[in-house]
């Protein structure tokens, strides 16, 4: 959802944009281009990467599965591709459950607690640790962006962002954010950065 | 250093040994065998690491010269092409600094305050951050081994190690280890297991 979102957004203000996808006729269907590179994620190379201005990790992983690891794995990848370089930037979709909630503590604590967390915090942890991973890196020109709690398909209105790690709430105390929304303001963030080496997060605007 | 210290202790105990090392001829004359895989360890593939019981992972990285992230590509690494197994079971040599001072401080904090700090953290930061990246995670059997602060090459004498991260002072106060001492605890540790996703660290016994 957020890649191909992104893929739209950015495409319809203009810019020459290529996705990788590990099945190229998936891609085509999905985005409607032929700016396709068809790799897995561990085989793309430094050299396919430094062609671009900008990369955008959006990987998702479905929860239940145990697979949540590949958001690490493949954030560490991509950062080795790309040590000591400062183009591309890259941007890393980390979820929400890194979020600080107004109490001061971070969400995924919270759920934890949650009854039967065991089920599905496999995601959630593992974004949280991709963040710290990413966190420590020093040598990479990096973006990482957490949705807000309810991230769901939807047109793009207006956002809001919040640059400290900070949960948004919205007028009825729910944190909510459209996918157009998502992509509206990294496509921003992309043609006017505000922020490196650094983490902001964005909810639909009231 | 590590690494052919533990090549030449497991040897000698009966082990069959393999190093993997980026040039083959400098490893078979610095080990004197030609149980050598020649290969650059980004190269090295899951199933060449499935035929093994243990991996020792035993990079060190030279100071000051801004390349200590690879203690950190290089874990990532292994430890993606290990993910959801239980063997080989993973060793890495994560430095000193991520060591707890009687005081309860991490040493790496100490280290931030000296002086000049900056020309040499590099090395001794990667290593704490390698550990934190690998305390997460759940899905790959891997141990974590400290040497002690004064690391030096030496012969197997005796050795006292700590399961709980604090640091191991002799009776003069020094925390100090042989790399005979560590091959020789590491090596014990591996036929004998007493540790599972944690850590040890190894002093010389007075």
Chains 1, 2 share one sequence.
Do not use: C
Request: no cysteine; hydrophobic share 40%.
């Amino acid at each position: 959802m957020t890649g191909s979102t992104i893929f739209k957004e950015a495409t319809a203000r203009g810019h020459e944009v290529t996705a990788f996808a590990r099945n190229r006729q998936k891609a085509v269907d999905l985005l409607n281009t032929q700016n396709i590179i068809e790799a897995d994620v561990f085989d793309i190379t430094r050299e396919q990467l430094l062609q671009f201005d900008v990369v955008i990790d959006a990987l998702n992983t479905p929860r239940g599965q145990g697979i949540g690891y590949l958001h690490i794995d493949m954030a560490a990848h991509l950062i080795h591709l790309l040590r000591e370089t400062d183009t591309p930037r890259i941007f890393f979709i980390v979820g929400a459950a890194s979020l600080y909630a107004p109490d001061g503590e971070q969400f995924i604590e919270k759920f934890k607690r949650e009854q039967g967390h065991e089920e599905w915090i496999d995601t959630p942890q593992s974004q949280v640790d991709e963040l710290q991973f990413i966190q420590n890196v020093q040598n990479v020109n990096w973006v990482a962006v957490s949705p807000s709690m309810n991230y769901h398909p939807g047109e793009k209105t207006n956002y809001t962002r919040n640059d400290e790690g900070q949960i948004i709430f919205n007028q009825d105390h729910q944190s909510v954010l459209s996918s157009g929304n998502m992509a509206a303001a990294i496509v921003d963030e992309i043609e006017q950065p505000k922020i490196k080496r650094g983490r902001f997060t964005i909810g639909d605007a009231d």
